[in-house]
């Protein structure tokens, strides 16, 4: 074993390893949810999502694969607006993906200080969380710096620093996936099965809070705001400082959707579970955002959050699920007809970026124009 995967606890194969034990979960649950993945555990509280010696991934995801498939009669091709508003069919695998798109880039000490200084604004519980994200980032980059001072850096290191810093944010979200796995399975199958505390588990929460922001949309989003600070300013900011911003703005984005879940989770309280069945002759669509706010209140605060959330989720043409605050539905199961479902359907256009799913082309053709 080399002298720098001892140091930063990188063993002979690439690994990601995150600690269960900050985030107060199940650890039973989870490993049961790792082990039908094929996921191997090291210890209490430890997982390693192992990856092949060589492989960079770089055909990254922002939607799951496998939860478009859910609109699959065949578990593979599905119906999409293409770019050129088209209605296609095509395997999910090619869809809602873009090439590096998770890659991260490296960080100088003024992006680090960035970061830092962000997360030192969130709730300390948060800020656990983000140290432990942000800790393989800043070990591989102090052994970098080492290795340099020593005049010890090699090709082998800097092969598998790239690696790492191609992979790592694609394999957090593969590992928030596969914990995921087993609820999406049962919404899929038996969704009747699904109770409110599967739903308000730290492990599909946290997945949750991670579609909202590791979309191409909501990335757009944060682009525009530093293009638009960059041509206007900001009062009191360094232009320079808003640059470098927005060239770690990944990761704070990242961190966001972990705040997401999280608060979500230690509110739970607050929410309800409300799984929609869909008793129209229309399906649900879907998009490559698809997980939005339907709240009426969903007016932005000061401080940039919602007023209210009210998360609606749909995982097939005929079920979805609403996480709310408002009390928008009565019943934990709620039976919707074709107003509420078309309702449904126009919301989840409008809010896509590029792509719209479904089941079948009609459905497509029908929902085009609002995307």
């Known amino acids: 074993m080399h002298e720098y ?20 979960w199940d650890t039973d649950r989870a490993t049961r949810s790792r082990e039908k993945c094929g996921s191997e555990v090291h210890g209490t509280g430890r997982v390693v999502e192992k990856m092949k010696n060589n492989e960079f991934k770089r055909n990254n995801h922002y939607v ?19 770019k050129k508003k088209k209605s296609v069919k095509d395997s999910a695998r090619g869809l809602a993906c873009q090439r590096d798109f998770y890659k991260l880039r ?18 300390s519980h948060l800020r656990d ?22 005049g010890r850096l090699s090709k082998e290191f800097d092969r598998e620093y790239r690696k790492f810093r191609q992979n790592y944010f694609e394999e957090i979200h593969t590992y928030h996936e596969s914990l995921a796995l087993p609820v999406m399975q049962q919404l899929r199958h038996n969704p009747i099965l699904v109770s409110r505390d599967d739903v ?9 809070g991670h579609q909202v922001t590791r979309t191409k949309k909501f990335r757009d989003v944060v682009e525009k705001f530093f293009d638009e600070s960059s041509v206007k300013g900001v009062a009191g900011v360094d232009a320079d400082l808003i640059d470098r911003t927005r060239e770690c703005s990944m990761i704070q984005t990242f961190l966001l959707g972990e705040n997401i879940g999280k608060s979500i989770f230690l509110s739970k309280g607050n929410y309800s579970v409300t799984l929609l069945k869909n008793a129209s002759g229309d399906p649900f669509i879907t998009s490559d955002n698809p997980v939005i706010n339907i709240s009426p209140k969903a007016k932005v605060c ?45 919301d989840m256009a409008r809010n896509s970026d590029a792509h719209i799913f479904c089941d079948n082309k009609e459905s497509i053709e029908r929902y085009k124009k609002y995307v």
């Open 5 to 24: 995967r001892e140091w930063i606890g990188i063993p002979d194969e690439h690994r990601f390893v995150l600690d269960e034990s900050k985030r107060g």
């Open 64 to 82: 799951w694969s496998f939860y478009l498939k859910g609109w699959s009669p065949e578990k593979n091709n599905v119906w999409y607006l293409s």
């Open 106 to 123: 490296r960080l100088e000490d003024c992006h680090v200080e960035i970061i830092q200084a962000f997360s030192k604004l969130c709730a």
């Open 129 to 150: 969380e983000h140290d432990n994200i942000l800790r393989p980032i800043l070990l591989f980059r102090e052994a970098e710096k080492e290795l340099k001072r020593s």
């Open 200 to 208: 308000l588990s730290p492990e599909f929460l946290s997945f949750v």
């Open 302 to 346: 000061e401080n940039g959050t919602p007023e209210k959330f009210d998360i609606y989720y749909p995982v097939s043409p005929q079920y979805a699920l609403v996480i709310h605050e408002t009390g928008l539905f009565d019943n934990a199961t709620f039976e919707v007809g074709g107003g509420w479902v078309d309702k449904l359907n126009i």
